[in-house]
C-alpha cells in the first residue's frame, strides 16, 4: 500500500519525540485523523503556546512563564541545588525533601562531545552564591555528572561555600542482587552506622 | 512547584494519543519545549495537513487523499476483505498475503454499545458484491468480532458470494505454555492434517 504521505509526514514529526518509533509514530498520526477539526486546531494552540510562552528563569535557568520561576519567586536562596536539567527539578519537586531553590546547567561537561564549562550555565551560578549555605551537586551519578560534580567543587569550595553532591547507592525498593557492581561498591563504601 | 500552565495544557493534549499517559505526555511537552520554531510549525502544519487532506474511500472506507483509494483503484475486486479498521489494512498488507481490495467498516457490531449494523459500513459493501468471488471477514477475533462474522456470512451468503473468516490458532513464535484456554482449544479443534 502506498503511504498517504500527509499521515507519514505527521509520523515523521511524531517520531522526533523522545522514545517514539516509527510504529508508535504511525499510531498516533491515526489518532489525529479521529480527532475533530477543533480538537487538532486546539492541539496546534497548545504546541505554539508552550513554545511562545516558556522561557528560561533570568535567576536558576528553569522553564517558567514569567521572568523568574515560581521557585526562585517564593523561597529562601540559603540553599542552592544544581541540577543538569529541568526536568531534574520536577523530579527532585516530587519527592519534597528539598525546600530551597535551583540552578540549572542546561547540560553536564563532557569532553566527547565537546561541551566545556562555557557551554554551561555556570557563570550566573557563582554570582549568587553570595549568603549561601550550602550548594547541593544533584547531576546525574554517571561519568559526566561526577565530572560536572568535582568541577564545580574546585570552583566553589575556595568561595567558602560548602558543596555537597547527592548520596549514591542502592535504590529503594530494589534487589541487591540485581544490583550492579559499582552501586554495589559504593553502597559498601558509603555505608552508615545504625 | 507550580506547573507552567502552557506545559501542562500541551501535555493534557498529548495524554489523549493512544497509550500516552501523564508522565509521558509530560516528557513530550518539555521534548516540545527543545524544538526550533519552525519545528514547532511544521509539526503543527502535519497535523492539521492531515486533518485537512485524509478523507475516506469513496469505494473501501480506507483512508485516502484522493477520492478513491490507492487499492481500490490499481487491483481486482475479486476478493474483498472486510476489515474493522482501516489501520488493519496496513497490518494485513505489510504481510504481503493478500493481493485483492478491502471494506471497512468502520467499527464492530456492539449491543452493549449500542453498535448496530445500520452504524457500520455494510451497506455499500453489499452493493460491491457483483462479480466478486470471496469476501472474507478479518474483524478480531474477540466476540465482537465474531458476532460482526457471522452477521456478515448469514447477509452475503444467500446472494451467492462465499464468505471466509481468517483463521485461529496459536500465534507464530509464541508458547504454548503461555496461551490462554480459548486460543488453545481452538488451535486443537482446527487442526490441520500434516
Not at 489518532?31 to 533570568?58: G, P, R, W
Not at 514569567?66 to 540559603?78: E, L, P
Not at 569532553?111 to 564549562?117: H, K, S
Not at 547541593?136 to 567543587?153: H, K, M, Q, R
Amino acid at each position: 500500500m502506498k503511504e498517504i504521505k500527509s499521515i507519514a509526514a505527521l509520523a515523521a514529526r511524531f517520531s522526533t519525540l523522545p522514545g517514539v518509533g516509527q510504529k508508535t509514530a504511525l499510531r498516533y498520526a491515526y489518532a489525529v485523523i479521529d480527532m475533530t477539526e477543533d480538537q487538532v486546531d486546539a492541539f496546534c494552540a497548545a504546541l505554539k503556546e508552550v513554545k511562545s510562552s516558556v522561557k528560561l528563569c533570568s535567576v536558576c535557568g528553569n522553564f517558567t512563564d514569567s521572568d523568574v520561576c515560581d521557585i526562585c519567586a517564593s523561597r529562601s536562596a540559603k540553599k542552592i541545588c544544581v541540577v543538569s536539567y529541568p526536568k531534574d527539578i520536577a523530579a527532585i519537586e516530587k519527592s519534597g525533601a528539598f525546600d530551597g531553590v535551583y540552578h540549572v546547567l542546561h547540560g553536564t561537561l563532557s569532553p566527547m562531545d565537546n561541551r566545556t564549562p562555557d557551554d554551561l550555565n555556570i557563570k550566573s551560578l557563582l554570582s549568587r552564591l553570595s549568603g549561601v549555605d550550602e550548594v547541593i551537586v544533584a547531576t546525574n551519578p554517571d561519568v559526566e555528572g561526577e565530572a560536572t560534580a568535582v568541577y564545580l567543587a574546585r570552583l566553589i569550595k575556595p568561595l567558602g561555600v560548602p558543596v555537597s553532591r547527592i548520596a549514591q547507592g542502592i535504590s529503594m525498593g530494589s534487589e541487591l542482587e540485581y544490583a550492579d557492581a559499582v552501586t554495589l561498591s559504593q553502597a559498601l563504601y558509603r555505608r552508615t552506622s545504625l
